[in-house]
């Protein structure tokens, strides 16, 4: 668990993080979203020191950060940014085995850790493993910075706007990939970014920041609901509030019994799926298969627009 | 590459045996001589002086690289970041000065000799290898030092493992374009009564004997292109990461 208690850091007078509290809890993907010059990225790198708070102080498992070396701290959680950052002298397998190196992990176990990495994030080791960070594609350098934050199993991860550099298709695949790799591994995330769609999308909890303050810290339905002020309600885009609430509802528990005509949703879709391929195809109703292509059910157009409504 | 390995070794070979047996080229120096001089300098062993002349050159640029890369690396880091101006105007300062500027003020001091040669080469030979140590350490991307800092390296290892290794390189060209300029620097030595190839230069000018003129000028020239061409080499194998980028 990560608590940060009044956290506050000011660059020459100008206040950029202005008295932040919030608790990470264990295995939670949280996302700090805000526009640029918010405090967001300054929030971040107060977690692993790469920025010293001007006051207030981070606990990670109850031990105040401050009282461990900079260095040390920084080995024990992993930090991933935008344009992966990777060591262009440095083979792909070497910029992944920084940190154990620097915890002198013996040589066979680097290797294997190496190997297990490249594997977990699709990339043939025998293949990648020699080759410079100049000769991959962008989506693979970002994968092997994500896996090099990776290398030394630490609990908690940070990540500054890792999917800024990717274009939106291969974007979208990475953002599957983390959220697989996060439940597998039960890692804790911090993550930063300006876009509230990657924000409502990867979230378990989101955090929105403004001009230094935290302005809001709640799950994606609280916030898409119930923003707590107009500007979290700028963020998200009036329009399209309808959209994101259904985008945060898998459509399993609304399946009822009956049929439907037409192509199919699968059982992992969420409503507004089921409401896109609706009003696409002009039908009231789609079916629902589950992974087999077994018939599930169907959710109803009418179903589904009720639940895009703000609850009360 | 395997061509060009070739063209150095045999270039390298020639001027071995030029070099341990002169008088076998006894023909090729003669058309050059009037009056029946001779054709060959034989106050000194060529290869004595060539390797004396070498000697210094090296000295004098192991002393300046190891001056002029600290400085970077002093002046590159946050503590010593205010002394970034002082340190280009040194540099500059001893890029300003004439070598023989240097020699007529140094023989005073340090006496006639080697002693004097290598002071003018160690100045001159400064600057090239600080500029281009403070544009190699200063190529290093935000992002990498980022990711250097993040990863939990501390600055030692930042600076070991990542600044230098990415400026080496640079550095590299730096250092070569010192020794090639001081390879060609080092004869006016011969001035000043170090033992260098310039002595067999003078000695021609002196006599008027091209030979003596020729093979002094040759052999130097030679020198250069083998130690430009070698020092390249060891730069591309430093920098094979840049290569076939997509």
Not at chain 2, 69 to 90: D, K, N
Not at chain 2, 211 to 228: C, D, E, M, P, T
């Amino acid at each position: 668990m990560i608590e940060i208690e009044h956290l506050s850091k000011l660059f020459d007078e100008t206040c950029v993080v202005d008295d932040v509290s919030m608790t990470i809890p264990d295995g939670a993907l949280v996302v700090i979203v805000g526009t640029s010059g918010s405090g967001k990225t300054t929030l971040l790198r107060m977690i692993n020191r790469l920025v010293e708070p001007s006051s207030g102080r981070i606990l990670i498992d109850g031990r105040d950060t401050s009282t461990i070396p900079a260095h040390e701290l920084r080995r024990q959680i992993g930090y991933a940014i935008q344009g992966h950052g990777l060591f262009p002298h440095r083979t792909v397998g070497q910029n992944i085995a920084t940190v154990p190196n620097l915890l002198r992990w013996d040589a066979d176990r680097v290797k294997a850790r190496v190997d297990e990495l490249l594997a977990l994030f699709q990339l043939d080791p025998a293949e990648f493993r020699d080759r410079y960070p100049s000769q991959l594609s962008g989506g693979q350098q970002q994968r092997v910075g994500v896996a090099r934050a990776l290398a030394a199993a630490p609990k908690l991860l940070l990540m500054d706007e890792p999917f800024g550099a990717l274009d939106p298709i291969i974007r979208a695949r990475a953002q599957e990939d983390l959220r697989q790799i996060q439940r597998r591994l039960g890692t804790t995330i911090v993550l930063v970014t300006h876009d509230m769609n990657e924000a409502i999308h990867l979230g378990d909890r989101i955090a929105v920041m403004d001009r230094a303050k935290l302005l809001q810290y709640d799950t994606p339905q609280e916030i898409v609901t119930r923003p707590a002020t107009d500007f979290v309600g700028e963020l998200l885009g009036t329009g399209e509030r309808p959209f994101r609430l259904l985008s945060l509802q898998p459509v399993r528990p609304f399946i009822e019994p009956g049929e439907a005509t037409g192509a199919a949703i699968g059982e992992g879709a969420s409503l507004r799926d089921a409401l896109e391929e609706a009003l696409w195809s002009g039908r009231t109703a789609v079916p629902v298969h589950d992974i087999a292509g077994k018939p599930l059910g169907r959710v109803t157009l009418a179903t589904a627009i009720r639940q895009a409504a703000r609850p009360q | 590459m395997k061509m060009s390995v070739l063209i150095r070794l045999a270039a390298l070979a020639l001027l071995g045996v030029f070099l341990a047996r002169p008088d076998w080229f006894d023909w090729l120096f003669a058309p050059l001589t009037r009056n029946g001089q001779a054709a060959i300098y034989t106050q000194n062993s060529l290869l004595n002086l060539t390797l004396n002349h070498l000697a210094i050159v090296a000295a004098a640029t192991l002393a300046g690289s190891v001056v002029a890369i600290g400085l970077a690396i002093l002046v590159t880091r946050p503590a010593g970041r205010e002394f970034l101006p002082l340190s280009r105007t040194l540099a500059n300062v001893g890029q300003t000065f004439p070598p023989v500027a240097v020699l007529a003020l140094a023989v005073p001091v340090l006496g006639f000799g080697t002693a004097p040669t290598l002071l003018a080469l160690f100045l001159y030979g400064l600057l090239p290898i600080f500029e281009n140590a403070l544009a190699g350490l200063a190529s290093v991307s935000p992002e990498v030092h980022e990711a250097a800092r993040g990863t939990g390296m501390t600055d030692g290892q930042r600076l070991l493992r990542v600044e230098l290794p990415l400026a080496l390189p640079t550095i590299l060209a730096g250092i070569r374009i010192s020794a090639i300029i001081s390879m060609g620097t080092a004869t006016i030595g011969s001035t000043v009564a170090a033992s260098t190839l310039g002595e067999t230069i003078m000695a021609g000018l002196i006599n008027t004997n091209l030979a003596f003129v020729a093979q002094g000028a040759l052999v130097v020239g030679a020198l250069a292109i083998i130690v430009n061409t070698s020092l390249f080499a060891i730069e591309r194998h430093f920098s094979r990461y840049r290569q076939d980028q997509r």
